[in-house]
């Protein structure tokens, strides 16, 4: 579609001659897929949806009690330094943004009072400052003010490194100033094409500055507040076991009116992902199961029991591999898989091509994941536009042999191949779960036809997406020399997904280890086209840039993508459930009701 048929389209939708559902098909139609085409809106002064489902209640209160199943259980509560999916979902009963993304991949307004856009002032024309009006009457738990300062606070908090807080890539290369009492400024300092990063979602999640200010920087570890939050969300806290349970009171002094319809909440981890989904689906003990990487077969049988239906939605979450190219076995400065440090024989770009042959994708998705997931070589899969077109991928046992015998690793007495002395033995960790349990199955087997050897080690769920400095066996430290998770895309636009692949934020020591590239594989092309994205105002060239990326590592065979996964849960039959693929499942709590 020519940019002038588009910019046809929006005066439509201005002058009200087009429906803003028939501009999205529109745009689906030609592949620009829903959050992209609601950027294209806001950036031409149309205002973005601000409703998400149709909230029916009337009143506040009366619903009684919300129970809701996390088997990966949730160990602390301070966003800021929440690396897990649980504890992100945890922290979101209690903590908001100033806005969240929707189903749709709009942005929703929570403590923000509006999206900002150019027709009301909020976005520059050089794409380097955005305003945010918050939502006035606003109080933390404890009754004091939500307001200016505390969104200026969040900003100072997360950008010390001395915090060293998970969210610090979305805070630490801006200016933040405050206008007034509920008015702030983020300064850029470049052109940003995609500022809906800071303050949104699971990054921008606000705690209270009168609570932590004297926490901020080497002290941050230090607040009782992590693990007692006093937010302004639709809950309030009453306790908290970490690994365990975690319970809140609807707050009768929420900010939108008639909201939330629960009494109380609890979220119950520990278990596993099949015993959550016959809970809720056979059993009816809770309304809601997150997170059901579950064979599919296994869910359709459930769903025959009546209490209740299979939840899936679209997202850009992706199981996949990470393949180590540090050395994981020898200690440097007092951690290891040190970015100095190179991996014994995984640093040979040949046995990691032969690894990515060694995976049966379609057996996976077929036999394994179903209605959970599509097969994939691209780490980035949604929106399409971000999707690259080039990577391919192959199942074959015979090339993975024919490469590791041109590379001159030769098989041993034992079958395993070896070469200077060194073994094509492997430790591959991932989480007790049942699909992956299975996927490491399917790839030890064709790991051996090939003459390599993999000992399959699984962690229980809680212990292996901790944000523990002090546990060995959380996914960001990668003792290991190889290991499978999903990766949740937190937002429609992929590039703070792929910070995880650039050289400034390696998973460290100095950093505890929340670094989001795990890897710890570097290339100076990532970075560079990386850093060219971040500035990049044209989205046809914006988009190829963050696509270079994802091929950059792809193609090096670090990240081996298995399943472009969708969000599967469970919810009672009587449940109305408010999910997003773009966040997490507590993303809008406070909208869900029960009929």
């Known amino acids: 579609m020519k940019e002038e048929e588009i910019r046809g389209l929006v005066a439509g939708v201005k002058d009200g001659s087009l ?4 501009f999205m098909q529109r745009m689906a139609a030609v592949g620009i897929m829903a959050p992209i085409a609601s950027q294209i809106l806001a950036w031409n002064d149309v205002a973005m949806a601000d409703a998400t489902v149709k909230y029916k209640p009337t009143k506040a209160g009366g619903g ?28 979101r009963v209690f903590y908001e943004p100033l806005a969240g993304w929707d189903k749709e991949g709009n942005l929703f307004p929570q403590l923000a009072a509006e999206i900002p856009s150019k027709a009301n002032g909020g976005l520059s024309a050089d794409g380097k400052t955005v305003t945010w009006k918050l939502k006035q009457g606003v109080k933390w738990h404890d009754g004091k003010p939500f307001t200016a300062d505390d969104v200026v606070f969040n900003w100072e908090y997360a950008a010390d490194p001395a915090t060293a807080a998970y969210t610090t890539g979305s805070y630490k290369d801006i200016k933040v100033e405050k206008v007034d009492a509920h008015t702030i400024k983020v300064i850029f300092k470049e052109p940003t094409p995609f500022w809906a990063d800071p303050f949104v979602g699971v990054v921008g999640m606000m705690v209270p500055k009168h609570l932590f200010a004297e926490y901020k920087g080497a002290k941050s570890r230090e607040a009782p507040a992590n693990l007692k939050p ?8 009453v306790e908290f076991k970490p690994g365990d349970i975690l319970t809140g009171e609807r707050n009768t002094d929420y900010h939108v009116k008639n909201q939330p319809q629960f009494d109380t909440i609890e979220a119950k981890g520990g ?34 029991g009546g209490r209740g239906k299979v939840v899936a939605v679209p997202a850009g979450d992706v199981e996949f591999i990470t393949l180590n190219t540090t050395d994981p076995w020898t200690e440097v400065d007092g951690e290891r898989s040190s970015a100095k440090t ?13 690894l990515n042959l060694l995976i049966d994708r379609d057996s996976i998705e077929k036999f394994i994941y179903g209605r959970g997931g599509i097969a994939t070589a691209s780490f980035v899969n949604e929106p399409k536009q971000f999707k690259s077109t080039k990577l391919k991928y192959e199942f074959s046992i015979d090339k993975a042999n024919k490469i590791l015998d041109e590379a001159g690793w030769k098989k041993g007495a034992d079958g395993i191949r070896e070469k200077d002395g060194k073994k094509l033995k492997y430790v591959f960790q991932t989480s007790i779960n049942a699909p992956r349990q299975k996927t490491q199955a399917i790839i030890k087997q064709a790991c051996q036809r090939a003459g390599i050897d993999l000992e399959l080690k699984s962690v229980t769920a809680s212990v292996f997406f901790s944000s523990d400095v002090a546990n060995p066996d959380t996914y960001t430290k990668l003792y290991v020399d190889m290991e499978m998770y999903t990766q949740t895309q937190p937002q429609p636009d992929p590039e703070r997904f792929l910070n995880q692949c650039v050289s400034w934020e390696i998973a460290s020591k100095e950093n505890k280890w929340l670094g989001r590239n795990v890897s710890r594989y570097t290339d100076p092309e990532a970075d560079k086209a990386y850093k060219a994205a971040q500035t990049e105002l044209d ?3 914006r988009a190829a840039l963050l696509i270079k990326v994802n091929e950059i590592f792809c193609e090096a065979n670090v990240l081996l993508p298995i399943i472009s996964r969708t969000v599967v849960g469970a919810a009672a039959n009587n449940l109305t459930a408010d999910i997003s693929g773009w966040e997490v499942t507590t993303w809008n709590l406070a909208a869900w009701y029960r009929s």
């Open 539 to 541: 989205p046809a060239k």
């Open 64 to 91: 009684g009690a919300l129970k809701i199943l996390l088997w990966q259980a949730p160990t602390l509560l301070n966003p800021h330094f929440a690396a897990g999916t649980k504890d992100q979902i945890a922290c």
């Open 342 to 354: 190179k991996h014994p024989t995984l640093s040979d770009p040949k046995v990691r091509a032969a």
């Open 230 to 237: 006093v937010g302004t969300g639709p809950y309030k806290f």
């Open 271 to 304: 278990g596993d992902a099949v015993s959550a989904a016959r809970a809720v689906l056979q059993t009816g003990e809770y309304d809601y199961a997150w997170n059901l990487q579950v064979e599919d077969e296994v869910l359709k049988r459930m769903e025959t």
């Open 19 to 22: 429906s803003r559902r028939s």
